[in-house]
Nanobody
Framework: QVQLVESGGGLVQAGGSLRLSCVAS????????IGWFRRPPGQERELIGR????????YYADFVKGRFTISGDNAKNTVYLQMNSLKPEDTAIYYCAADDFRIELRWDYWGQGTQVTVSS
């Protein structure tokens, strides 16, 4: 089992920045990727990107367009989502998730989410 806890959400004005954190615990040795997702109001959940833990590399969805950066600190079992130039359409609940190396990118574990609200 892997447990995930997100933090860092809040209310920010358009053009501002936030850094979200995802702290993982449990059987981290079984996890290949930590992903960041979001669910805007009334919309489906979407993948923002993922951090491949052992390689230390990040991959992004096309819509990110350089505004968001994912990084990780394996010593702290923490993955970050740095969000810059925020827009009102970035308002969403943001989640992190973990997969299992046996079936990568099947997101078996989820955090509770953190709300991000961007005001215009």
């Amino acid at each position: 089992q892997v447990q995930l806890v997100e933090s860092g959400g809040g209310l920010v004005q358009a053009g501002g920045s936030l850094r979200l954190s995802c702290v993982a615990s449990g059987r981290m040795s079984s996890t290949a990727n930590i992903g960041w997702f979001r669910r805007p109001p009334g919309q489906e959940r979407e993948l923002i990107g993922r951090f491949r833990r052992l390689a230390g590399t990040a991959y992004y969805a096309d819509f990110v367009k350089g505004r968001f950066t994912i990084s990780g600190d394996n010593a702290k079992n923490t993955v970050y989502l740095q969000m810059n130039s925020l827009k009102p359409e970035d308002t969403a609940i943001y989640y992190c998730a973990a997969d299992d190396f046996r079936i990568e990118l099947r997101w078996d574990y989820w955090g509770q989410g953190t709300q991000v609200t961007v005001s215009s």
